[in-house]
């Protein structure tokens, strides 16, 4: 215990109304924190049932709030979210990018307007329920892998800087999905078989073509092979990512054979979609990328220049096994890799998150895949 209720730290957890931000809470309150519960409202377009169902995970998060005791607040950050978070996705796709928002929203919203609001009510840390751990000091703090390596979220993480670690908590470190379910039906919660949230942050799941068709026009254009065979027509490349199969309304192609079809490329000059045969066709294949956005936890880099190459871990993906890479050169604007292996489907937009050992170092936005020669 850490002291008498009146004296001890105050803690702020944002409480989303899913199993895991309940039971972090409960774990603080165990280890004699001042806690309290913020709920988050980010978006406010719509409330159409089944996509952003906030009333639903309010009701959920004052729940959790009155089986643990603690109060829980409210707050509207859409206007935040909007503008730090929703504006560059929507420029991201208009520049034919496939971004990924959960990054961002964790640096601009979950750790930056919730962690100032935070602040302003008096608390010394915020927590959430990601699974990540944190090593404050000494020197820096310090964003390492969390135990249960299936729900790991170091990569949606890696922009924090560290202002933002050093006032954050993650309680489920060590804890492993099927702990924390036992943990919350021990308590009697009743979000205790919630399933996980899924789809865009704080938006929720849809129809994904449907939704950003409210956003972005179409601007429909052939679909090619390399050499340049007509296969069929796109309705905005904007709509594609690299490696994708599903959704390009490719049939029987004479003389193709029946392997399908994926996205390889983009030609924005012509507004093509380039598309090729076979989920392991060398085009899907890339030995390197550049990048761009390049961002170091630590606020600096892990190695001067003259120490290049350096040699550590990334993954491209969030479940991704970490995969061996060599850091070429770096500059403030970005940075080049090559890969141990080549790598499948490097989609320009998307994150690449930098590792060592057990730490995760930052990482940077893909801006160019290609030979890193």
């Not at 820096?140 to 390596?149: E, N, P, Q, T, V």
């Not at 990569?155 to 993650?170: D, G, I, K, P």
């Not at 937009?349 to 930098?354: D, I, K, T």
Request: charged letters at 20%; a neutral charge; proline letters at 5%.
């Amino acid at each position: 215990m850490i002291g008498s209720r009146e004296t001890c730290p105050r803690v702020i957890v944002g409480l989303s109304g899913g199993v895991d931000s309940a039971v972090a809470a409960h774990l603080l309150l165990e280890q004699g924190y001042a806690v309290e519960g913020l709920f988050m409202k980010n978006w406010e377009e719509d409330d159409e049932p089944g996509y952003c169902a906030v009333a639903a995970d309010l009701a959920d998060a004052q729940a959790a709030a009155e089986t643990l005791g603690i109060r829980l607040r409210t707050v509207n950050f859409a206007a935040e979210y909007w503008d730090r978070v929703f504006e560059t996705f929507l420029a991201e796709y208009r520049a034919l990018r496939t971004p990924n928002p959960d990054v961002l929203c964790n640096s601009e919203i979950k750790f930056r307007a919730f962690l100032d609001h935070g602040l302003d009510l008096g608390a010394n840390w915020i927590a959430t329920g990601h699974y990540a751990r944190v090593g404050h000091g000494p020197g820096r703090s310090r964003l390492r892998l969390a135990r249960d390596a299936g729900k790991d979220q170091t990569y949606f993480l890696h922009r924090l800087s560290q202002a933002q670690l050093n006032r954050s908590l993650f309680p489920l470190a060590d804890l492993t999905k099927a702990a924390v379910r036992d943990i919350a039906r021990g308590l009697g919660l009743a979000n205790a078989e919630k399933k996980d949230s899924t789809g865009i942050c704080f938006i929720g799941e849809r129809r994904f073509g449907e939704f950003l068709a409210r956003w972005l026009p179409e601007d429909p254009g052939p679909i090619e092979t390399p050499a340049g065979q007509l296969l069929g027509e796109h309705r905005g490349l904007a709509w594609y990512t690299i490696g994708q199969r599903s959704g390009l309304g490719i049939g029987g192609v004479h003389g193709a054979g029946e392997a399908p079809w994926f996205v390889a490329a983009k030609d924005a000059a012509r507004n093509t979609l380039i598309v090729v045969q076979g989920a392991e066709h060398p085009r899907l294949y890339t030995d390197g990328l550049r990048g761009e956005q390049l961002h170091w936890i630590a606020g600096t880099p892990p190695v001067t220049q003259a120490q290049l190459p350096f040699h550590c871990l990334y993954r491209l993906r969030h479940r991704q096994a970490l995969q061996r890479c060599t850091l070429l050169e770096y500059d403030n604007a970005g940075c080049r890799l090559r890969f141990a292996q080549p790598q499948r489907a490097v989609a320009p937009g998307q994150s690449l998150v930098l590792y060592h050992g057990d730490e995760c170092l930052g990482g940077t936005l893909i801006e160019t895949p290609g030979s890193a020669a």
